[in-house]
């Protein structure tokens, strides 16, 4: 399994306050403890629930954005891979880890999307 991505100081401040990505998060940290196809199962149905729940939460300003939710629905699509792999009784050590590697995709996104914000009153500023 691919490990967390880190996110950086700036974003974990903002993302700290973000309810539904936080129960996300918490959710994700159960499925790197599945062990069987039975949790893996379950972990899987929780976090289809959470990615819901924060899809129809409320986003910070900084991260409503189409980067971040495209990254998103990617994430949800693999998720459901998942769980149809689960239910066909296929392998599922594949499509776990595309899912967690859109779920590193959306963290990174978040380091880009702090990373790479302008002043604006600079760019304005016509002195």
Do not use: C, H
């Not at 974990?12 to 306050?17: D, F, N, R, S, Y």
């Not at 309810?19 to 949790?39: G, H, P, Q, R």
């Not at 409503?64 to 990617?74: A, G, H, L, N, T």
């Amino acid at each position: 399994m691919p490990p967390k991505l880190a996110i950086n100081p700036e974003a974990t401040k903002i993302v700290e306050t973000w309810k539904e990505f936080v129960v996300f998060a918490a959710s994700i940290d159960v499925l790197y403890k599945a062990t069987n196809n039975e949790d893996l199962s379950l972990a899987i149905d929780d976090l289809i629930e959470k990615e819901k729940q924060l899809a129809e939460g409320t986003y910070p300003e900084l991260f409503d954005v189409f980067q971040v939710k495209s990254r998103q629905r990617v994430l949800r699509t693999y998720l459901y891979k998942v769980k149809a792999s689960i239910l066909e009784n296929q392998e599922t050590t594949e499509p776990t880890v595309e899912m967690l590697e859109a779920y590193n995709a959306m963290r990174k996104q978040f380091n880009v999307i702090v990373n790479s914000q302008l002043d604006k009153e600079l760019i304005l500023d016509e002195k």
